[in-house]
């Protein structure tokens, strides 16, 4: 099943790009994927900074979650983000692409999002997130996590 090597918990290091593709910043963080909903959904919640370690008092950059559906109909997952903290919600569809998995939808400003997880290993995945602002005939990469999997 195409979301299966997602599920479990994940330390992860957040990179910022420019245009130009060099880190402009970083952060650390995790981000927890299970099933819910007897099986039925996979629910997603990325954390930043990490909730172990952080100091008294200081506040979430980033408390997100995704419900992804199965849409058998279509042979695509339905993904709902829900970003409080960015004030964002937005719906998605994630499928197989290759050996990876793409994410896309219409950000908030009307521009496309492409969200990708790859070069899946049991103990790493990288997570790629794109825009495009001339209707998908250049993308920028603007963000990557590298998410390591937690010893049990």
Partial sequence: MLVRPL?????????FLDQEGSVTK???????FAWVLERRALQDVLI?????????GEPSKSYDTEIWIYDAKLDVWRV???????????????REQDDEIWLEGTSPAGDLWRWTFSEFSDDRVRWQGYESKDDGQTWLRGEEIILRRRKQ
């Fill in 80 to 94: 709902t983000v829900v970003a409080p903290i960015a004030n964002v919600t937005v719906n998605m569809v994630a």
């Fill in 48 to 56: 930043t900074p990490p909730l172990e370690g952080r100091a008294l």
């Fill in 7 to 15: 599920v479990g918990s994940w330390d992860i290091e957040v990179r």
């Fill in 26 to 32: 970083k952060s650390s963080g995790e981000w927890h």
